[in-house]
């Protein structure tokens, strides 16, 4: 039924409610009568219900006589108020404590009630049940399970279900019956006058029997491929499509955590594209797509023509479903999804805002340099007629666009003008798309002047403070170092004559950012002139910026030591990382008074320069490009930015804890690392190390299952390298004493380092759920401090393990323990290590002008894909891949990376254009590096793989 | 005859009119074995009530209503919840559980002062006597100071209900109380 014309539902609120204290008074007298009257009871409790719904609460003695009222219900044998009866139960256990006297009554009727009451009776039984009750309806519940009835079964699945986490010993012994619900196809057993029209059942029970069995299992990877063995498959018994598409997604969840399994799912997966259930085939069409390249060609190939079929469809939903895969797809890989623009194309204009927004962010996707220009065309009408969300939408898909094809860059610099000129649109669509034109100007040189222009031209009529601010801002960063920036300058101070005093002291900072371009005396001059009329401003702050940026202007003529910090001020060349910066400042706040005596040390917040700034945020965006964001799309973007955004490739090659990996998660792992940092600053052994030159991220080196975790983090001094591994443990009743990190130095270094460790500093005692970190520090032999050591550690944990005394939770004092070890993957400290991620606009060119050179050849024999290889490439080099080369087809039989980085050492720079084939003996790799210093070029080069 | 008496009463009474009655007593002490007794005349395997049972029955053709609320230390503060319009109580013993007798007379002598039960008469079963040990209906008459239960129409019989014992004829004392002073 379309939702045109699905009769809307009277407004619940229009009708006046029932007032409480008449319906409680009503129930206290009617529910106490001898005998009741069931049907009058039913009206009551109905209304009480309808108050329940609406928010209205019970103080708890009111609730009390309520509950105690309705449980005299239970003297009647009437089913229907049984039912309601039940109903109501389930609603005051929330706010009644008294619940558990329903306790006996409700289990009478789960053993001998009709089949009527049975399903509530046990809906409402597992409400009163706890922990210790439980075990008394252990027998109930499991003679439900094997119900015949439908219903009976149904219930008692759902409701132990929910009864797990309460009590988990009862229920996991249920594993039996549930898997025997699983197979059973259950009919209801009324065979009448309906049972024509009607399905007799559903096997919903099905559905809901897997859904318990997986709860039971899924922490024996063993048992859920038995289980998919014997419930999938061409002699399947479940016939309930919620319960196929249950199984799509175990198998989904199992290949994910290992791609292996893959081959023997295939048939199974190819069997399900074909399910007549559209809900099913849908569901193993986005397992095909998660697999992506794991999967034959034909059958990814056979995938999407059943989504481009459902693409056809009358039902919306199915519409909908089919393309936002395809979608996601496309962010992937476009080219396997051409095949469907012809069906695509004709859906932009869906009266479904929905599919048509999701259509045509496809569409961009699979898009070639040919048909963008028309794409764009096409979209400039539609924007109009949808409403912000979509077009903000549409907007960052453009903004990926101009990432991805830059030399069409003037198409969308027109489009992108056009929607900000229109009048029409909310404040966040303008910032979106000034957030587009941002990046357009940061990642697309050619295009900057051209923009600033436009924006120019925007702020003489723009109606929002926001985006002019943040426009003016723009304008002072970028407009000094174009070609004619006297142009800007008219524009800027347009804005101080003619807007508010918030604009207007963004205008007077902008200014001040001209006043240091070099070359052009005159335009000096009269920016100084400009200001000084400023100062007459009627509003403080504009004067007071007005007044300080002539002072900085002034001490920068002087050409003195405060040139340079004036200088700094007008324009910084380098921002401090905010999300340290937040952490730090509340801490700092949070120490109380005394440590208010010594200033904030804002040297120990992490500072990026201009490069380095822009090289994170293009990371970011190129992450948030292939971001799973499964959350958004449910929302159907409303109001979220990347609701297009919803690629699977990052997601779905990284294993399950990463997988939805936010930029949050990233900002969380950063705040994680500098708390090891200070933890290990804090340390007086490391003082004499002198200042520490820099921290790599987290390294986990087991599996987060592992009986003890272990992650490492490399810190690098001037002549020493210190290890530090954080350990967990995770066993719940031993204790570890005296661990302690033995490591073997595998000597790539040859004479760069000392292998024998200068210390070890052992954790002394490490209980359940605890963590800390040991320490192994060794020692540079070398003189130089910029010279790179690269070395791999093989390592391995020796402790001994202690049994806990349950009562202390301590371990018993005359245990010895006995000395164990427990060996994990070993740290590698790579180039990688050395280099920070940096920018450069014009890769081709700064290649040529770097002087050193260093050329290395590299075979990988081991099976792997492109795309592995150029991940581990990006982590072992440490650079920042430019013009989107960090990603590859997954046909592509060759491919060149292109890496930029600077030395965290002396910040010499380095480009690294790595081309690697693809041939059947493996791939081979040869990898170009240019840098400004010979020693690093080697390095680098000699130390990728 | 009988036919004609019985159609009187029933007018008298109102031919809807049940009768509440309550069991109570300690846990353990046997009131759902008796419940289920009066109900079905069968001994049935139970399990420690959990809040309560509920059963109509007639008997003597009268409908009565039987409560059996649970004896476990946590449910008998609820037994108030209750009492109201509350015929007649039964008081289920365990006539074997000596350590507990004073407990069961302060649980009896507590319930009965509670304004809503002023009215209603008392019918105390001294259960369990198949069993060995156990006391018998006066040494259990005095170890709950019955006699000192005033304004009140009470009676303690001794009663197996496993057997079937001294069950009907505690019942039938009490349906004649209630009749005769409820007319």
Redesign the interface.
């Known amino acids: 039924m379309s939702t045109h014309t699905y009769k809307k539902a009277e407004d619940p609120h229009s009708g006046s409610l029932p007032d409480k204290m008449t319906i409680y008074q009503d129930c206290l007298n009617r529910f106490?009568e001898?005998?009741v009257n069931p049907k009058l009871c039913r009206t009551l409790i109905t209304s009480l219900l309808e108050l329940i719904s609406h928010g209205e609460t019970f103080p708890a003695q009111e609730a009390?006589a309520l509950f105690?009222s309705i449980?005299?219900l239970?003297?009647h044998?009437n089913d229907s108020l049984r039912q309601i009866v039940y109903v109501a139960i389930k609603e005051l256990c929330g706010i009644s404590e008294?619940i558990?006297?329903?306790?006996?009554?409700i289990m009478?009727d789960v053993q001998n009630g009709s089949d009527l009451v049975k399903p509530n009776a046990i809906r409402a039984l597992i409400r009163v049940l706890d922990e210790s009750?439980a075990f008394?309806a252990e027998r109930l519940l499991k003679n439900s399970l094997v119900s015949k009835h439908p219903s009976v079964c149904s219930a008692s699945l759902v409701s132990s279900y929910h009864l797990l986490p309460i009590a988990e010993t009862t229920v996991k012994r249920f594993a039996n019956e549930t898997q025997e619900a699983v197979g059973d196809l259950k009919q209801l057993p009324y065979p009448d006058e309906n049972s024509r029209y009607y399905p007799t059942t559903s096997h919903i029970s099905q559905y809901h029997a897997l859904g318990l069995l997986y709860q039971l299992k899924n922490h024996d990877k063993m048992a859920l491929i038995k289980l998919i063995q014997q419930f999938a498959g061409q002699s399947s018994p479940l016939k309930n499509q919620l319960a196929q598409v249950q199984m799509v997604k175990l198998v989904h969840q199992l290949v994910l955590k290992d791609t292996n399994s893959i081959p023997q799912f295939l048939p199974l997966i190819v069997n399900w594209l074909q399910s007549r259930h559209e809900a099913v085939a849908l569901e193993a069409c986005k397992l095909t797509a998660a697999l992506s390249n794991l999967v034959p060609s034909e059958v990814f190939a056979g995938a999407v023509s059943v989504l481009q079929g459902f693409l056809s469809t009358p039902r919306v939903t199915t519409r909908f479903a089919a393309v936002r895969l395809l979608n996601k797809i496309s962010m992937v890989s476009p080219e396997k999804i051409v095949v469907c623009n012809p069906e695509l194309e004709s859906l932009v204009n869906d009266s479904n805002r929905n599919i048509s927004t999701y259509t045509i962010t496809t569409l961009l996707k699979t898009g070639t340099n040919k048909n963008i220009g028309s794409l764009i065309k096409t979209i400039t009408k539609f924007i109009y007629e949808v409403n912000d969300d979509f077009k903000i939408i549409i907007i960052d898909a453009i903004k990926t666009l101009s990432l991805n094809f830059p030399e069409e860059n003037e198409t969308i610099l027109r489009f992108l003008m056009e929607s900000l000129q229109s009048s029409e649109g909310s404040l966040q669509f303008k910032n979106s798309v000034v957030e587009a034109l941002m990046d357009l100007i940061q990642f697309v040189p050619q295009s900057k002047e051209k923009a600033l222009e436009e924006l120019c031209d925007f702020i003489e009529d723009c109606e929002y403070n926001e985006v002019l601010v943040r426009i003016l801002h723009l304008l002072g960063k970028e407009g000094p170092t174009t070609k004619n920036p006297s142009l800007y300058v008219r524009h800027i101070y347009n804005r101080v004559i003619l807007e508010n005093s918030i604009i207007r002291s963004a205008a007077v900072l902008s200014l001040s950012k001209f006043a240091l371009v070099k070359n052009d005396p005159e335009l000096v001059k009269s920016i100084e002139q400009l200001l000084i009329q400023i100062k007459t401003d009627p509003d403080d702050e504009v004067r007071d910026r007005a007044s300080i940026a002539l002072q900085f202007i002034e001490s920068v003529k002087s050409n003195n030591e405060v040139s340079n910090i004036a200088q700094n001020f007008i324009r910084p060349t380098s921002t401090y990382d905010v999300v340290t910066m937040e952490s730090k400042l509340s801490q700092y706040l949070s120490q109380g008074q005394e440590a208010f005596q010594t200033p904030f040390d804002v040297s120990s917040v992490t500072k990026y320069s201009e490069d380095e700034k822009k090289a994170l945020d293009l990371k970011r965006r190129q992450e948030q490009a292939f971001q799973h964001t499964e959350e958004s799309s449910n929302g159907n973007g409303s109001g979220s930015g990347n609701g297009n955004e919803n690629g699977g490739r990052k997601g779905d090659r990284l294993d399950d804890s990463t997988f939805n990996g936010t930029s949050l998660q990233e900002e969380k792992d950063d705040l994680l690392l500098s708390k090891h940092i200070d933890e290990m600053s804090s340390l007086e052994q490391f003082q004499s190390f002198g200042k520490r030159i820099h921290s790599s991220k987290i390294v986990p080196l087991t599996e987060i299952e592992a009986e003890f975790v272990v992650k490492g983090i490399k810190h690098l001094f001037d002549e020493h390298i210190v290890l530090q591994f954080h350990i967990t443990n995770t066993l719940k009743d031993i204790a570890l004493d005296n661990v302690e990190v033995v490591c073997q130095v595998e000597g790539l270094s040859e004479g760069l380092l000392d292998d024998q460790e200068e210390f070890v500093l052992p954790i002394e005692r490490l209980l359940p759920d605890e963590g800390e970190s040991c320490y192994v520090a060794f020692k540079k032999l070398t003189q130089n401090s910029d010279e790179i050591v690269v070395e791999r550690f093989s390592n391995s944990l020796k402790f001994q393990s202690k049994e806990l005394d349950p009562s202390t939770s301590l371990p018993f004092e005359d245990d010895e323990g006995f000395q164990d070890e427990y060996e994990f993957d070993s740290l590698f400290l790579s180039p990688g290590d050395y280099m920070k991620p940096s920018f450069v606009s014009n890769f081709a060119a700064t290649l040529e002008e770097l002087p050193y050179e260093s050329v290395s050849v590299y075979n990988i024999v081991e099976t792997n894909t492109l795309q592995e290889v150029i991940d581990k490439l990006i982590i072992s080099a440490g650079g920042l891949p430019l013009e989107n080369s960090q990603t590859v087809s997954h046909d592509a039989t060759q491919h060149t990376l292109k890496l930029s980085g600077k030395s965290i050492l002396d910040n010499a720079k380095a480009l690294l254009s790595i081309k690697m084939i693809k041939t059947s003996k493996g791939i081979a790799i040869k990898a170009l590096v240019k840098s400004d210093k010979d020693t690093l070029a080697d390095d680098l080069s000699n130390n990728l793989i | 005859m009988g036919n004609l008496v019985s159609t009187v009463f029933d007018r008298l009474w109102g031919v809807?009119?049940?009768l509440?009655i309550l069991i109570l007593g300690l846990d353990g002490a046997g009131k759902t074995t008796i419940l289920y007794r009066l109900k079905i005349g069968e001994v049935i395997e139970t399990?420690?009530?959990?809040?309560?049972?509920?059963e109509?029955l007639s008997y003597k053709n009268l409908?009565l209503?039987v409560?059996d609320l649970?004896g476990q230390t946590s449910?008998r503060p609820?037994w108030r919840?209750?009492y109201?319009?509350t015929a007649a109580v039964i008081f289920v013993v365990d006539s074997t559980d000596k350590d507990r007798m004073n407990i069961a007379s302060k649980e009896l002598h507590l319930m009965l002062q509670e304004e809503e039960l002023q009215d209603s008469a008392l019918l105390v079963f001294a259960n369990k006597q198949d069993q060995p040990g156990a006391l018998s209906a006066s040494e259990v008459s005095k170890e709950l100071n019955l006699a000192e239960l005033k304004d009140r129409s009470w009676s303690i019989v001794a009663s197996s209900a496993i057997k079937g014992e001294g069950i009907t004829e505690g019942l039938d004392w009490l349906i004649d109380v209630v009749k005769e002073e409820q007319m």
Request: hydrophobic fraction near 25%; charged fraction near 20%; include cysteine.
């Open positions: 106490n001898s005998p009390t105690f449980s005299k239970f003297q044998p008294d558990l006297m329903a306790t006996s009554s009478k009750t008394s | 809807d009119k049940e509440r399990k420690p009530t959990i809040g309560f049972h509920v109509t409908k209503n409560w649970g449910i609820y919840c209750y109201a319009n």
